[in-house]
């Protein structure tokens, strides 16, 4: 299948644009692309200036090649756009892969800052011209237009003595050597969109928003609970603990927004009864625009986000869209007031049920709350399956449509829930189904949350590495749309030795931990035998990782594979040291093998082979249903085929990570579907949707 691709026609433009399309085809194989060069009034006009230039001075050629047809989508410079896009026809995203963000300075060969004196500054913004003020006061500062090529021959010409450029621009180019001075963002804050890549495509196209879908993280509503950051649930809060950007109301406790990282963005949107802050289509746009940032949005919401929330306008708009989306329930104020109080709504023998509703109308405007209009509500019914045809014969009898959409919900909330959709005629319990359930008689029974959208379009993904590394599978494949079931199917204890080994730890000159979890066994290790941290050695660690969990405690890798982040990667770096006489501790599980001790040995290295932990297989008496199963090693595929056999396999997605493991799966009997290349757990989703989205467009390029 193939999609002619638009962008502008200058150097900088061609060449991001096809180094982001060489990385779709990675994931897409079965895709390939026509790039279709473009000029804009942008290019054209090298007179007006940029500050009162139009919002589509750069994208007007390319917004009407969407639309007319001739292109299927459009890359551009992310900064180069305004959001919401002035034409309402056109619908965007930005790409994940992305450059520094950071301005730079930009002198003649040779020259430096020092040397300037009342130098000529070419600059191209409000804010860069701001910047220049107050860092070179005795500066000139002059307007600069034209290309990045056509910029540096002005400055080399003589024009100018320094210009400020963005920074990605250049090392896009090629041109990382023309960079004199990054300048910190403390000093000169930057467009959110700098260093980013958008795609534009016109609204409504179902291929390009399934696209799409792959490329933007699941937006997530978590209730907040009411009146007490305890009453939040632990999945809440972990959602919280992952956000790029919280969109949060009038909250009773905001010790909550104290649980968003330190990079996440918190944007108040509070509401209170009769008054808004932000109006609510203003919240809908604005959860939507983060999402197509690819920004991890959590939109927090007092009480329980279902209960009078607003919450179907909100998901309202992501469905349009096809953004994938999850909804997490809080601990309303129905509940607080009720249970949290002893005011028990339910109780055997005095009640046993009740009524909820608001005699607020839509607009403000005071409703009915009579019985006539109460007898309008839907019914929810607990602890009434087996009944079920004993209920609705009852209600039909009292007067209910036999039409009425009615719905049985087993095992709520858990991971084999279980919708199974009626009418009050056609209600019955399923047959066989032993499992806990509610009845919901009314309207709400026809309705539902789209679980399909999303890069893994609700694969269910049965992950089955060690738990110190399940957090990030599981946010990886929430991401994208998929939902992750979690079982584990090995734990690591540490070796007595690694305890002997961290006792002698300074008699080494260096550490080797080849995967996050033996770099945080190793770390507890330390904190348990209160080792002394300034005298830890120096470490060696196979990718980034291994380096994020050392950074995690102050320590830091002193040596790390530039690419290739594995054992095989790390050995192929050993040729850029010397090694002769270097004593070093290398640190390995059991099933680990010894290539990285004997090639160090080869080069000299006096090396100590130290099995620091062991794999215990967890075992479970069944295995939930199941679309693809991550393996992290060839003790998770070993502790599967032991319990399970291998034929639960048949038919599903199986993704390894790593050589080994593939090579203990095909030993089992199975092929993988796909290799994670790096030893990252963070490429699980993209693995998973590059497998099951190149099956779907080459169906449909066969289909064309």
């Given at each position: 299948?193939?999609?002619k691709?638009?962008t ?11 180094d982001a399309?060489?990385?779709?085809a ?27 230039a ?24 992310a900064?180069?756009?305004s959001?919401?896009?002035p034409?309402?026809?056109?619908d965007?995203?930005?790409?994940p ?6 301005d730079c300075?930009?002198?003649?060969l ?8 009342r ?10 011209e701001?910047?220049v003020?107050?860092t ?24 100018f ?10 090392k ?12 910190p963002l ?5 467009p959110?969109a ?11 196209n179902r291929?390009?928003?399934?696209f799409?879908?792959c ?6 509503f978590v ?8 009453l939040?649930?632990?999945d809440?809060l972990?959602e ?9 109301d009038?909250?009773m406790?905001e010790?909550?927004?104290?649980e968003?990282?330190?990079h996440?963005q918190?944007v108040?949107?509070?509401?209170r ?20 940032q690819g ?6 919401k ?8 607003r ?16 909804v ?5 104020a129905?509940?607080?007031a ?8 339910t ?6 049920g ?33 009944l079920?045809?004993?209920?609705a014969?009852?209600?039909i ?5 036999p039409?009425?959409?009615a719905?049985?919900v087993?095992?709520?909330?858990g ?10 005629a ?5 047959e ?13 029974a ?17 992950l089955t590495c ?11 494949v ?16 540490a070796e007595?030795?690694a305890?002997e080994a ?6 080494y000159?260096w ?14 290790l ?7 941290w ?11 990782g291994?380096?994020?969990e ?5 320590l830091?890798?002193?040596?790390m594979p ?5 054992a095989?990667g790390l050995?192929?770096t ?5 090694w002769n ?8 599980s059991?099933?680990?093998?010894d290539?990285?001790t ?6 000299g ?6 099995i620091?932990y062991?794999?215990e ?22 502790s599967?085929?032991h ?13 390894v ?11 089992a ?16 989703g ?6 099951r ?6 169906m ?5």
């Amino acid at each position: 299948m193939q999609w002619k691709v638009g962008t502008r026609g200058s150097a900088l433009s061609l060449a991001q644009t096809q180094d982001a399309l060489n990385r779709i085809a990675i994931l897409f194989p079965s895709l390939s692309f026509q790039q279709v060069p473009f000029s804009s009034p942008g290019d054209r006009d090298l007179a007006s200036s940029l500050r009162t230039a139009p919002a589509d001075f750069f994208s007007r050629d390319l917004d009407e090649a969407v639309l007319s047809g001739t292109i299927d989508f459009a890359v551009h410079s992310a900064k180069d756009l305004s959001y919401p896009l002035p034409n309402q026809r056109l619908d965007w995203f930005w790409l994940p892969w992305y450059e520094d963000a950071r301005d730079c300075l930009v002198l003649r060969l040779g020259e430096s800052r020092s040397s300037l004196s009342r130098p000529v500054i070419g600059v191209s913004s409000d804010r860069r011209e701001a910047y220049v003020k107050s860092t070179f006061p005795d500066a000139v500062i002059r307007p600069i237009r034209g290309s990045i090529p056509s910029r540096i021959a002005q400055l080399d010409a003589g024009d100018f003595d320094v210009v400020i450029m963005a920074g990605a621009a250049l090392k896009r180019l090629g041109l990382s050597e023309r960079i004199t001075e990054w300048i910190p963002l403390e000093q000169l804050p930057t467009p959110q969109a700098q260093g980013r890549l958008a795609v534009t495509f016109r609204k409504g196209n179902r291929e390009l928003m399934r696209f799409r879908s792959c490329f933007v993280k699941a937006v997530r509503f978590v209730g907040a609970g009411v009146g007490s950051a305890g009453l939040i649930t632990w999945d809440g809060l972990k959602e919280l603990r992952q956000a790029d950007v919280c969109l949060y109301d009038q909250l009773m406790d905001e010790r909550l927004l104290r649980e968003l990282p330190p990079h996440a963005q918190g944007v108040f949107v509070g509401k209170r009864c009769g008054g808004h802050s932000m109006p609510q289509s203003e919240i809908t746009e604005r959860i939507a625009e983060y999402a197509r940032q690819g920004l991890r949005v959590v939109r927090l919401k007092g009480g329980d986000p279902g209960l009078f929330g607003r919450l179907s306008e909100e998901i309202g708009k992501l469905d349009e869209l096809q953004i994938p989306y999850r909804v997490l329930p809080g601990v309303s104020a129905l509940v607080a007031a009720t249970t949290g109080t002893g005011m028990l709504l339910t109780k055997r023998g005095e009640s046993r049920g009740f009524t909820v509703l608001t005699p607020r109308a839509e607009g403000g405007g005071n409703a009915d709350v009579g019985i006539e209009e109460r007898g309008r509500f839907p019914l929810v019914l607990f602890m009434s399956v087996k009944l079920a045809e004993d209920v609705a014969r009852h209600l039909i009898e009292e007067g209910w449509s036999p039409d009425t959409p009615a719905a049985i919900v087993y095992q709520a909330g858990g991971e084999e829930e279980k919708i199974v959709r009626a009418t009050l005629a056609t209600l019955r319990p399923r047959e066989g189904e032993e499992a806990p359930g509610l009845i919901l008689i009314g309207s709400p029974a026809a309705g539902g949350y789209h679980s399909e959208m999303g890069g893994l379009d609700g694969m269910r993904v049965l992950l089955t590495c060690s738990e110190s590394i399940l957090p990030k599978a599981e946010l990886s494949v929430r991401d994208l749309g998929g939902v992750p079931l979690l079982r584990p199917l090995i734990r690591l204890r540490a070796e007595v030795r690694a305890h002997e080994a961290i006792r002698s730890l300074d008699s080494y000159d260096w550490v080797v931990l080849t995967s996050p979890s033996a770099v945080r066994i190793f770390l507890d290790l330390l904190r348990s035998e209160s080792f002394d941290w300034r005298k830890v050695p120096k470490l060696m660690v196979c990718g980034p990782g291994c380096a994020v969990e050392l950074e995690k405690t102050g320590l830091h890798a002193d040596w790390m594979p530039k690419k290739v982040f594995c054992a095989d990667g790390l050995i192929a770096t050993f040729s850029d040291g010397d090694w002769n006489g270097q004593r070093i501790l290398r640190f390995r599980s059991e099933k680990a093998g010894d290539s990285v001790t004997q090639a160090l040995r080869d080069r000299g290295a006096t090396v100590t082979d130290c099995i620091l932990y062991r794999n215990e297989e967890i075992r479970y008496e069944n295995l939930p249903r199941f679309d693809a199963v991550f393996f992290s090693s060839t003790s998770t595929v070993e502790s599967f085929q032991h319990q399970f056999g291998m034929e639960p396999l048949d038919g599903k997605t199986v993704i390894v990570l790593g050589k080994p493991t593939a090579a203990t799966l095909r030993k089992a009997g199975r092929e993988p579907d796909a290799i994670a290349k790096e030893a990252t757990v963070s490429s699980l989703g993209y693995l998973l949707f590059g497998t099951r989205f190149a099956k779907y467009f080459a169906m449909r390029s066969s289909d064309a």
